[in-house]
């Protein structure tokens, strides 16, 4: 029971922290610029790579991943939408919009960890409509939710550092990389950032 009054009160302190910054206006603009033109251009090779993998089931999918350069999780989220929702342009596209939306709430909500109400407006803008963060939502590849599980994770290391006695921050930090790395393994990148972020810490205290 404590645990869930833990979870409803940051659930608060985070929707009040929304509110303040202006979510709702951030999350409707990049849902525009996301949207225009989803469906525009024709499925290109790297798309056609994640529909191609997707079709497997999910053994036959861990299968032929071992033998590729990027990891199963995203095709498996594929296969499991696309059973949903079907596989039209609009759709197949629109499950990389989801995250991205995601994303830049998260952005919000880090950057209001750890600087000021107009910093964290200013930076859900700049995500919003930022070239390469829309057109990587766009595609029907793994970038935009390999992006959601990185911003996550980060929240989860900031909020342990502040709370260093909170260990569940180091959990959901481990389950959030952990379905990064089986994302993409740019994530090997993050880590080293977050590395380097804790050694500058330690070095300053």
Known sequence: MAAVGQVNSMGQRWLRSARECGLLPILILAAVVRL????????????GSSLLLS?????????????????????????????????????????????ALGTVALVIWLVRL???RRAAVLAGVLVALLPIAVRYSQ????????GFWLVGATIALVLWVKHPQRHR???IYAVLMTASFYTHY????????????LLVLRLSG
């Open 114 to 116: 750890i600087a000021t």
């Open 55 to 99: 079709q497997y089931s999910p053994a036959l999918t861990w299968f032929h991943t071992a033998h590729d350069v990027h990891p199963p999780l995203y095709y498996l989220l594929l296969h499991g939408w696309m059973s949903l929702f079907g596989n039209s342009l609009f759709s197949i596209r629109f499950m990389s919009v989801v995250p």
């Open 169 to 171: 921050y180091l959990v």
């Open 186 to 197: 740019f994530t090997a990148l993050c880590v080293m950032s977050h590395w380097a972020y």
């Open 139 to 146: 595609e029907v590849r793994m970038y935009s939710l390999m």
């Open 36 to 47: 225009y033109g989803l469906t525009d251009s024709a499925i290109w090779c790297d798309e």
